[in-house]
């Protein structure tokens, strides 16, 4: 049981944001607490979001936190917090998962030089404590 839950504590964090099908073209996001542009920011899931069928649509959490299903990503990558392309061609619903591209972001400098601020903490056990708090997450 120890070793169960254990996993279990370990993907609790990653589930976080999830974009899972629910059947009939609709989906559902698990609840994520993430950073978007520096501030921190509380999304409390959804259920029952229908897709249209036979299309591709990008699921993403927008600079104001709603869940949003659009054709292509927004052109500016600091003010959306992507999770997943939903397809619903040949009469099903498949979802490619792309929590990832925020999970292992490394925020820099632009030309502004403003912070990119758009970061989902990952967990690194091997941080110690050489890190300042400048590098940590």
């Keep these: ?3 169960e839950q254990r996993l279990n504590s370990i993907l609790n964090g990653w589930r976080q944001g999830m974009v899972v099908s629910e059947g009939s073209f ?3 996001v698990y609840p994520i607490s ?9 999304f409390e899931g959804a259920t029952g979001v229908s897709v249209p069928q036979a299309t591709a649509k990008v699921a993403y959490l927008n600079s104001t936190g709603a869940l949003t299903l659009a054709d292509t ?3 500016d990558v600091t003010n ?5 392309i939903v397809d619903t061609y040949d009469g099903e619903t498949s979802i490619a998962d792309v929590r990832v591209l925020t999970a292992f972001h490394v925020p820099s400098l632009d030309a502004s030089g403003v912070r990119d601020r758009r970061i989902v903490t990952a967990y690194c056990a091997l941080g110690g404590a ?4 400048a590098h940590r997450p």
Excluded: E
């Design 1 to 3: 049981n120890r070793r």
């Design 26 to 28: 609709k989906i559902g």
């Design 34 to 42: 993430y950073t978007l542009g520096g501030v921190r920011k509380t």
């Design 73 to 75: 990503w927004p052109a």
């Design 80 to 84: 959306f917090l992507p999770l997943a």
């Design 130 to 133: 050489s890190l300042t708090d």
